[in-house]
């Protein structure tokens, strides 16, 4: 009998699929899997001779999350399943990859991150195709494996080779704290439940994804080429794997007495749900109008023909732990709880200062919100039921999901008129001083973490790093990344980066990891100055010195010493393209990383196109959510306009800013002229190559991202695990061109793939 756990237990996710529900956690606890344990002689702790073992199958399925029924990714059989680790656990998972060969995919295998953890000492286990290893091929299984050396909170695990989280393979991650950790969360939770919010497609993630890398100059789209289109809206946000499309058509580009897709009750759009589409071609963004006119009415029932709301049961006089968790491809969320003060106690795992809102708190893709619901709220009534509303920011017209929270007592219905409607709550997103509000659970700024502090099992249950540095430190280096949005002009292609350097998958079809492994020196040996190819990669770390900052305009870089006087050392950067776009990091320096958003074209940012709109008037910027692998870093500033060195004095919290692993940079206006930045600060500390990427994954998949090298040297003296995937002898890249024809040959058996350059119905 196989030792590895497989084991689908009741009461997380429901399913929308008509009458049928079905929930699921995969866990080495519980009762079954105790049988299973004691039948394998593992006891209930572990140790890296006897870890936990879990086993992950992914396959397709048909279900309906949405009420509209297609094929999505399975894992065990279910959709989303979460998995619970106790810190300080030794655990291996084998996933195992049952995908169809001709399930839709711009990247040939599948991997699995574990969002949020550092993984130190175990590099090779980050999941991060061609950057930790390579994917893993349909028909065979890997076997991850290392220590939860994090701190206890909410993760996420999720596909980070394509665009297959987008279709299920992903699910929520909880870390417990182990029996001898103080808890440094107050007052103690007597229940807690997992809000695992996404946004749904109706087309495989993929599909979408393959229209992306298409000419966006009509100069350069042919017939055979295909042209640019973008993924558009998603139709429904999903709370653990349960939404309703269709509540408020009018939020989706639709044309006017279209029938909406198939729906198991049958409802079909009418006239004045529905607005016309902006028209979705080579050269155009298809922006989407504004929902003035949306009103979400929903059964008295509060439930659809279709399926259930999801619903949080709480009891009166007891506190309540929800962990949010944004896992979404594209949308910004906010959450409320009707009439219920939401305190914030955790985010991306690390404990804050309790903080309390009334009804709503702001979530990023990528970004976890731990929130207490205490007793005996004023207004609150434990006789009745109330509205769970997530909604979407910065997206017009994106729509919302709507759960239910439920005292013991009371009916099982809210009220339908107390929702919070689309328009309102678009004025409840937070801005930048709010995002910079919140202060780290005191225990978390002990100017020491050893082993004798007594958080310091908390935030590293192995051991404490000795490197551990609060944000008031001197920083050795300062690099500041322009997030752009440049056109490639050898292929007229759209691509998301920084700098204006698209950061493409492959080639080498080999792991960046890899290749630092067998030549410590790899970085200084590829050329530093990047091309229009996709095969050179840019050089960003100085030869020497302290406090320097690289400062990037889209054109060049410049070496800035720490009074600010411009050296004699610039790279000139060209013009916009492709490159394997690292940082490399000497061991135990504090980085400061500064990301500036700016305007799509911004200097560089695109090149003279027969079409003048596209060389004189791209000033669009979008918000980004910015996720850095192998690390909690201190986010100590934020702010609206140009970043400069007087920031550092006005606009920086050096003393307590909040500790994330995801970040939003906001965006301000569309002018020229208008700017938004975010600071990070942490220690390399952490030998091994971490990405640091836009977590909106179709940004993404487009190149927005970097690779921060860490320590080469000790990544050179490692120990590679045995039984990593092996490589292909080809792969896909940046620049890689799903022509319509080419991807109906391949996948077109399928039937899943999107329409070619046409809006999504």
């Known amino acids: 009998m196989s030792s590895y756990l497989r084991i689908p237990l009741a009461g997380l996710l429901l399913l929308c699929l008509g009458a049928a529900a079905a929930a699921a956690e995969v866990a080495s606890t519980g009762t079954g899997a105790r049988r299973l344990l004691e039948a394998n002689k593992l006891p209930e702790g572990s140790s890296q ?58 990247a040939k295998g599948i991997t699995v991150h574990w969002h949020g953890f550092s993984l130190r000492g175990s590099p090779w286990m980050d999941g991060t195709k061609f950057v930790s290893q390579c994917p893993i091929p349909a028909g065979t299984s890997f076997t991850y494996k290392f220590q939860v050396n994090e701190m206890p909170g909410s993760y996420f695990y999720h596909d980070h080779s394509s665009l297959n989280r987008a279709d299920g393979l992903q699910g929520p991650l909880v870390v417990l704290p182990r029996k001898d950790v103080p808890p440094l969360v107050s007052p103690a939770p007597d229940a807690s439940d997992v809000l695992f919010l996404t946004d749904f497609w109706h087309f495989t993630g993929n599909a979408l994804a393959m229209r992306l890398n298409r000419p966006f ?41 279209q029938t909406l897709p198939f729906r198991s009750d049958g409802h079909k759009a009418n006239s004045t749900d529905l607005m016309s589409p902006n028209a979705c071609v080579a050269g155009q963004l298809g922006a989407t109008a504004e929902p003035s006119s949306c009103k979400v009415e929903l059964k008295a029932t509060g439930k659809t023909t279709c399926g259930q709301r999801y619903s949080v049961t709480a009891k009166a006089g007891k506190t309540q732990r929800l962990r949010l968790i944004n896992a979404g491809t594209l949308v910004y969320m906010t959450v409320c709880i009707q009439s219920h003060t939401l305190t914030v106690v955790a985010l991306d795992a690390a404990p804050v200062e309790p903080r309390d809102f009334f009804e709503c708190v702001d979530i990023n893709t990528g970004q976890r919100v731990d929130v207490l619901i205490k007793p005996n709220q004023a207004g609150v009534d434990t006789s009745k039921s109330y509205w769970i509303n997530v909604g979407s920011q910065y997206r017009k017209g994106a729509p919302s999901a709507y759960g239910i929270y439920r005292y013991e007592s009371s009916k099982a219905t809210p009220d339908p008129s107390q929702i919070i409607q ?44 000795k490197s551990f540095k609060l944000p008031s430190t ?107 776009h690292v940082l490399s990091l000497r061991p135990g320096e504090m980085v400061e990383i500064v990301i500036q958003n700016n305007r799509a074209g911004f200097n560089g940012g695109q090149y003279a196109s027969a079409n003048e709109s596209l060389t004189n008037n791209r000033n669009g910027r979008e918000q980004h959510s910015f996720h850095l692998h192998g690390h909690h870093f201190w986010q100590v500033g934020m702010g609206m306009g140009e970043w400069s060195e007087d920031k550092v004095k006005t606009d920086y919290n050096l003393v307590n800013p909040p500790l994330r692993d995801t970040t939003t940079v906001l965006f301000n206006g569309t ?44 990544i050179a003296k490692a120990k590679v695990p045995p039984g990593m995937p092996s490589c292909p002898a080809k792969c896909t890249y940046t620049f890689a061109n799903f022509n319509p024809n080419a991807a109906k040959a391949v996948y077109g058996s399928s039937g899943l793939l999107a329409p070619d350059n046409s809006q999504l119905p």
């Open 49 to 106: 001779s006897n870890p936990k073992r879990y086993i992950l199958d992914v396959t397709v399925g048909t279900r309906a999350p949405d009420c509209v029924a297609r094929k999505v990714i399975l894992i065990n059989n279910n959709f989303q399943p979460r998995l619970t680790f106790t810190q300080g656990d030794w655990v291996e998972v084998a996933v195992v990859n049952k995908l169809p060969a001709d399930w839709p995919s711009v």
């Open 671 to 714: 002018t020229e002229d208008k700017a938004a930045w975010v600071a990070l600060r942490f220690v390399a500390d952490n030998p091994g190559t971490w990405p640091l990427h836009c977590h909106i994954a179709w940004h993404e998949f487009m190149g927005q991202g970097i690779t921060i090298i860490e320590d080469a040297p000790a």
């Open 422 to 465: 689309p328009g309102p709550m678009a004025d409840r997103k937070w801005n930048t001083s709010v995002t910079m509000s919140f202060r780290p659970n005191r225990a978390l700024l002990d100017s020491k973490a050893d082993k004798k502090k007594s958080t310091a099992p908390y935030l590293y249950p192995n051991a404490a790093p």
């Open 474 to 580: 001197s920083i050795s280096r300062r690099f500041v990344l322009q997030s752009t949005q440049p056109l490639i002009e050898s292929n007229g292609m759209l691509k998301w980066a920084l700098d204006s350097i698209a950061y493409p998958v492959a080639p080498p079809c080999k792991p960046v990891l890899d290749s630092v492994y067998d030549n410590p020196n790899w970085v200084s040996s590829v050329p530093p100055v990047p091309s229009n190819g996709p095969n050179q990669a840019l050089y960003f770390t100085p030869k020497g010195g302290n406090a320097s900052t690289w400062e990037g305009n889209g054109k060049d870089l410049q070496l800035v010493d720490a009074a600010g006087s411009s050296s004699n050392v610039v790279i000139k950067l060209g013009k916009p393209g492709a490159a394997s």
């Open 217 to 257: 100059d009509p100069n350069q789209a042919t017939s055979a080429s295909g042209g640019w289109c973008w993924v558009g809206l998603p139709r429904s946000l999903l709370i653990n794997g349960l939404g309703n499309y269709g509540e408020c058509e009018d939020v989706y580009t639709r044309k006017v007495n």
